[in-house]
């Protein structure tokens, strides 16, 4: 990501840029890399497992700021960052119904599981899963009551981390649901078995659509 940065800077006669990625690209190394290159940033960060994040800024008091109708944000700043906590009511439902399901199906995988097997060991360490269940002294599983219930205070939730003081929450929130429409774009870019051929005899009638399939 680093290195793509920089050449973006060296190549193209690029005045003002502001990095936008989600959750998975995040670290304090990187932001610091992405300033040293003078790059604005607005980023997605873990929930449960920045502390600063999960203590101090999804306790911020406050109500929502309806942005549209399916996002709500309200913002805060912690140490000198400005977060963005936004809100999602769709994906609120979303989460608690795929959580509910979830655990409904451990309750019935681990009755008569043996603590000692492949699937017991791989239920635990799910990624998913794995947070919603606990290991008592002689192996075997149980359902974690508490952890469900804790990560319900997650539900429809995702924090933003910005470098930008002056631009507005809601731009900013906007902004980043833009993300989602990209990297999907970037999927039906690579999914080649499903597009359908189009044939052309004249090249200037390829270039044209060509150009219109990339940007379109």
Known sequence: MIDAMEKLKDRYAVGRCIFVGNRGMV??????????LGYGYVVGVRLNQWKEVKEQVLTTAGRFSQMKENLYVKETEVNGKRYLICYNPDHAKKDRLTREVVVKELEEEIKSLSPSSKKAAELYCHEYKGRFLRRLKDGSLRINRAKAQEDEKYDGKYVLLTSEK???????????KQLARIERSFRSLKSLHDLELVFHYRDDRI???TFVWVCV
């Open 27 to 36: 670290s304090q190394e990187k932001l610091d890399q992405l300033r040293a």
């Open 166 to 176: 002056a631009l507005p929450k809601e731009e900013i929130a906007l902004t980043y």
């Open 207 to 209: 270039m044209a659509h």
